[in-house]
Nanobody, 127 residues
Framework: QSQLVESGGGLVQPGGSLRLSCAAS????????IGWFRQAPGKEREGVSC????????NYPDSVTGRFTISRDNAKNTVYLQMNSLKPEDTAVYYC????????????????????WGQGTQVTVSS
């Protein structure tokens, strides 16, 4: 059974860093576009970053460009999200997801384009 499991969330002070991991079982991540999304209380889920099967990286909110970096370790079947210079507004539950529709290898910032989701990991940025 295909499964994605996120880890690495936690409480961090403003300006700090975290690295989130998204480990896959039951399928090979490198064939799919993998996205990171976040959802803050009372807000809609939004795309944060995505990496295509060919390794093209895309960040979606301007607010994370230059601070967040997505990467993939094919040997470990894992995708990472390195988050630096964290701000209180980055506080949210972070999810990774695999795109499973017809264009599964290319990125999208739309949650509806992704069919396989992890359970999420909480990131809280607070002093």
């Amino acid at each position: 059974q295909s499964q994605l499991v996120e880890s690495g969330g936690g409480l961090v002070q403003p300006g700090g860093s975290l690295r989130l991991s998204c480990a896959a079982s039951g399928f090979t991540l490198r064939y799919y576009a993998i996205g990171w999304f976040r959802q803050a209380p009372g807000k809609e889920r939004e795309g944060v970053s995505c990496i295509s099967s060919s390794g093209v990286r895309t960040n979606y909110p301007d607010s994370v460009t230059g601070r967040f970096t997505i990467s993939r370790d094919n040997a470990k079947n894992t995708v990472y999200l390195q988050m630096n210079s964290l701000k209180p507004e980055d506080t949210a539950v972070y999810y990774c997801a695999a795109r499973t529709d017809k264009t599964y290898s290319t990125c999208s910032g739309l949650p509806a384009a992704f069919g396989s989701w992890g359970q999420g990991t909480q990131v809280t940025v607070s002093s």
